[in-house]
């Protein structure tokens, strides 16, 4: 499996220290973990800021950079190694193994760090963190600084400028690096794996759930989790955007949307697939699926450097309402019918955002009044849809069908790459894969 190299990191770290200021001391804690209910916890998964900076995976962490520091920079506090936890909860790397495997210049005991980091802080003219995040890291931020504050009279500066380091941070985040492409193309095999898997299990009778657990178990085959929480919602639960209750049985004549992907080291993929439950498509259903894929190859195009971020949905809001028109859903001039914003009741969603280690991810998409330009490096989804609800307006021989068509894909220098291109989406391809005639998914 790819990895991320220690001097990735590294030069992570140098580049937001430059951004910052050789005057600070930036603070990025780790997450916590949280409990699920009695003496049970959630699945741990490290925060995205501090696992980018640090590759560290353990909670209840605090990485602490101080540029020109003699001793170090990159100073991490940790849990400290102590085998009556590690017997009940798992291996701890500790200090040592936090400098030796990790990369950190020094490594304390998290319990040190009230007696620590107030002297890292002094002589500091700015403090960045992510404040207002963790209200407990935010109290104890500002008794530090207050008590460096009280060696004013001993020629003692104290940090007097507070930044958000999300703003420098996340605008590194948004410019992927060779390692974490490869990273993102990895996970991009593995869900694209994991939604024929799934195409080739469905059939009638079956319930939602039951296809869910075919993603999973591709997932867990190649030691991955998922991304977010999959969407797998056939007939008219395909037209809830956000729907994942996953309990329903899965009838003849109904399409599957299935919106899943796995992170691999944390990043993200995100497809979404819409398959009929029997391995053909209606003649209505295939319909609209064409008009989606139409729209969702307009957009792909649109992504290239010198286009801005609403580009392609502009190109996916055209080929929708045209495609409304023929489907005999909307009715007048289509620039009208653009501008009014008639598609709206059944494409009620932006195109895409961007992708990394956070399945939304993080990073502007203006910069002033403007839309941004897109860069090479920049990983974004292209996920248009349609969706004719129960109580939709639309003729009722539309109703219940759900459509989202959704690629991972990355500015190149000369266009884009479709990192998920391998993923079966025509309606050719769909219906060969679900009947195993479709060459190298038997």
């Not at 200021?21 to 603070?27: E, Q, Y």
């Not at 400098?99 to 403090?127: H, K, Q, S, W």
């Amino acid at each position: 499996m790819p990895e991320i190299p220690q001097g990735e990191f590294a030069r992570r770290r140098q580049r937001l220290m430059r951004a910052i200021g050789p005057d600070s001391i930036i603070v990025v804690p780790a997450a916590h973990e949280r409990t699920r209910n009695r003496d049970v916890e959630y699945p741990f998964r490290q925060d995205s800021d501090f696992l980018y900076l640090t590759g560290f995976p353990e909670a209840d962490a605090v990485a602490v950079l101080v540029p020109g520091r003699p001793a170090g920079e990159y100073i991490l506090f940790c849990r400290d190694r102590d085998p009556t936890q590690e017997t009940w909860q798992g291996r701890r790397a500790g200090p040592d193994g936090a400098m030796e495997t990790y990369g950190a210049e020094c490594a304390f005991p998290i319990e040190d760090i009230d007696e620590i980091l107030p002297g890292l802080m002094e002589n500091r003219a700015v403090l960045a963190a992510p404040f207002g995040r963790d209200e407990p890291l935010d109290q104890r931020l500002f008794g530090w600084v207050n008590q460096v504050r009280a060696k004013a009279r001993n020629g003692v500066r104290a940090p007097h400028e507070f930044v958000a380091v999300e703003h420098h941070l996340h605008e590194q985040r948004l410019f992927k690096k060779a390692p974490e492409l490869k990273l993102m193309r990895h996970a991009a095999a593995i869900s694209t794996q994991a939604h024929v898997r799934a195409m080739q299990a469905c059939r009638p009778g079956l319930t939602e759930f039951a296809v869910e657990a075919e993603l999973l178990h591709e997932f867990h085959r190649y030691g991955t989790e998922t991304a977010y929480p999959s969407i797998v919602g056939g007939g008219e639960n395909g037209c809830i955007l956000h729907y994942i209750e996953n309990r329903a049985a899965l009838n003849d004549g109904d399409l599957l949307l299935i919106d899943a992907g796995c992170e691999v080291q944390g990043y993200a993929s995100d497809i979404t697939r819409t398959f009929p439950v029997s391995g053909r498509f209606g003649e209505r259903q295939r319909e609209v699926y064409e008009c989606v894929l139409a729209a969702q190859l307009a957009a792909i195009e649109q992504v290239r450097p010198g286009n801005d971020w609403d580009t392609p949905h502009v190109a996916a809001v055209r080929e929708l309402t045209r495609g409304l028109k023929e489907l005999g859903v909307l009715k007048g001039r289509l620039d009208k019918l653009i501008r009014d914003q008639a598609y709206r009741p059944f494409y009620m969603h932006r195109t895409g955002h961007w992708l990394g280690l956070d399945v939304h991810d993080v990073g502007d998409y203006r910069v002033g009044d403007a839309w941004r330009q897109l860069e090479p490096g920049m990983v974004m989804t292209v996920e248009p849809g349609l969706y004719f609800g129960p109580y939709s307006e639309a003729p009722k021989e539309l109703r219940g069908i759900g459509v989202r068509i959704e690629d991972d894909v990355a500015v190149t220098r000369d266009g884009h790459e479709v990192l998920t291109a391998h993923c079966p989406k025509t309606v050719a391809d769909i219906e060969a894969c679900m009947g195993g005639d479709l060459p190298g998914w038997n």
